[in-house]
T-cell receptor, first 112, second 108 residues
Framework: EAEVAQSPRYKITEKSQAVAFWCDPI?????LYWYRQILGQGPELLVQ????????DSQLPKDRFSAERLKGVDSTLKIQPAELGDSAMYLC??????????FGPGTRLTVT | GQQVMQIPQYQHVQEGEDFTTYCNSSTTLSNIQWYKQRPGGHPVFLIQLVKSGEVKKQKRLTFQFGEAKKNSSLHITATQTTDVGTYFCAGFGNQFYFGTGTSLTVIP
């Protein structure tokens, strides 16, 4: 069964450092989402791509976060500089028709 | 801004008891989706409802979308230990939002 791949699975970084996460969606899925999930809360949408175009990045803290999906396939989410409050699970999801979303295993970020 | 709240936040039930979680949005939703997240896992899609008043069933799970398309519910009949996890509703109003979640614990 096809799955969404994410790497790394865990990342520990010091505050003020840069960090990047990678996501490879299910083949053929045009829609890709990045979420941030703080323990005990629901996922918060950071950015949504349709192919290589950003559809919604209204909740993305653009002063420090950036996301790209250059060829409309895999995607990278970057944080620079990282802050203590960025510690969370970063989830990537993809969707074929913009309906059900298939989530990857996530990247657990700890900022020290 | 748009908010999607779920109640209760936590629910402990004895195995075999029923369970219901309620989802309420501050804005009208075009559709509602439900996801289940096991402890330590990632959200897994369960179902999508689109029509006002729609009811769908999956084995022991019953999903309902309110007439005004601002609320939804998930009911599990005769819970099992495999039902443990956090149940999230999610929907699109002016943006796509996940609800606050209901964490279900099933006591054997």
């Amino acid at each position: 069964e096809a799955e969404v791949a994410q790497s790394p699975r865990y990342k520990i970084t010091e505050k003020s450092q840069a960090v990047a996460f990678w996501c490879d969606p299910i083949s053929g899925h045009a829609t890709l989402y990045w979420y941030r999930q703080i323990l005990g809360q629901g996922p918060e949408l950071l950015v949504q791509f349709q192919d290589e175009s950003v559809v919604d990045d209204s909740q993305l803290p653009k002063d420090r976060f950036s996301a790209e999906r250059l060829k409309g396939v895999d995607s990278t989410l970057k944080i620079q500089p990282a802050e203590l409050g960025d510690s969370a699970m970063y989830l990537c999801a993809s969707s074929l028709r913009g309906y059900e979303q298939y989530f990857g295993p996530g990247t657990r970020l700890t900022v020290t | 801004g748009q908010q999607v709240m779920q109640i209760p936040q936590y629910q402990h039930v004895q195995e075999g008891e029923d369970f219901t979680t309620y989802c309420n949005s501050s804005t009208t939703l075009s559709n509602i989706q439900w996801y289940k997240q096991r402890p330590g896992g990632h959200p897994v899609f369960l179902i999508q409802l689109v029509k006002s008043g729609e009811v769908k069933k999956q084995k022991r799970l019953t999903f309902q979308f309110g007439e005004a398309k601002k609320n939804s519910s998930l009911h599990i009949t005769a819970t099992q230990t495999t039902d443990v996890g956090t149940y999230f509703c999610a929907g699109f109003g002016n943006q796509f939002y996940f609800g606050t979640g209901t964490s279900l614990t099933v006591i054997p």
